[in-house]
């Protein structure tokens, strides 16, 4: 097994995609062989309810459990919390469950770093762990950005979409900072695009031009497509509900341009370790 990244896919603000994002560009990873695990790390469970368990607070191991046997000391079970999508993709569930985990994280030990624990076994069996990070910087998020390698930050080309962004960079810059400076911006990926629209071109410029000189932006534009959400409906991703749909040929090119990265950053390091 390749070295596992993790991804987590991040905004504070909500309706942004990113549990579509997550989902999606897991399954394309997949197509293209990877092996590939999403974490549910919201409390609503959308992520796992879209994947097809529409019924999060009925499963009784989840995200949770794991977090609640790390806070306590206890022996880390995996083997029972993780569900198999027909997608040949993985998921460790969540639900309402999470939110008083949040609460215990305030007095525990280590309590950036309780996430990351959790996942230190699996990343043996994964190319890729993509954790959907609820629509919040609490202490879930932190977590999540404390075991994550790179982050992916979906972008509604809307209005508002700028004005949270600073605050999201910032609170990232100082995770990196503070408590896991390995981590990376992946790319900013703009979602749920309407291109038909002036202002919508007008926000995507902006944004580029504010933040495309430090971060990158993901080639890949994620198109508005009503199909995508009748998928997340079904429990199926685009792939299978209409695998010609423009939606889909879009995370087919976001998961190369992930995988592409990684090799890039590789290479890179490879080159920098023989020419000291």
């Known amino acids: 097994m390749s070295k596992c990244e993790v991804i987590a896919v991040a905004n504070q603000k909500g309706g942004v995609g990113k549990t579509t994002t997550t989902f999606t560009l897991g399954v394309a990873l997949a197509k293209l062989g990877k092996k590939v695990l999403l974490i549910d790390a919201d409390p609503q469970g959308d992520l796992t309810t879209c994947m097809g368990w529409h019924n999060p607070d009925d499963i009784p191991d989840t995200l949770a459990s794991l977090m609640e046997s790390s806070i306590l000391g206890n022996e880390i079970n995996t083997k ?23 609460v215990s994280l305030v007095k525990a030990n280590h309590r950036e770093t309780i996430m990351k624990q959790c996942l230190t076994d699996l990343k043996e069996n994964y190319d890729y762990i993509l954790i959907d990070c609820m629509p919040s910087l609490g202490l879930i998020t932190v977590n999540a950005l404390a075991s994550a390698d790179k982050v992916i930050i979906p972008v509604q080309s809307q209005f508002l979409a700028a004005k949270g962004m600073n605050h999201l ?3 990232i810059l100082k995770i990196r900072k503070g408590i896991n400076p390995n981590l990376k911006i992946e790319g900013i ?23 495309g000189k430090v971060f990158k932006v993901f080639n890949s534009v994620i198109p508005k497509t009503t199909k995508i959400a009748e998928a997340s409906k079904e429990g199926k991703s685009i792939f299978l509900h209409d695998k010609r749909n423009k939606g889909a040929l879009a995370y087919e090119n976001l998961a190369k341009e ?19």
């Open 258 to 276: 992930v995988i592409n990265n990684g090799r890039e950053r590789t290479k890179s390091s490879k080159a920098n370790i023989q020419s000291r």
């Open 169 to 171: 960079m910032s609170s």
């Open 189 to 211: 990926l703009f979602n749920i695009v309407d291109g038909r629209t002036k202002l919508t071109k007008e926000i995507t410029k902006e944004l580029i031009n504010t933040y």
């Open 80 to 102: 029972g919390v993780i569900l198999h999508h027909n997608e040949n993709v993985d998921l460790i569930p969540s639900n309402i469950e999470l939110s008083p985990i949040e």
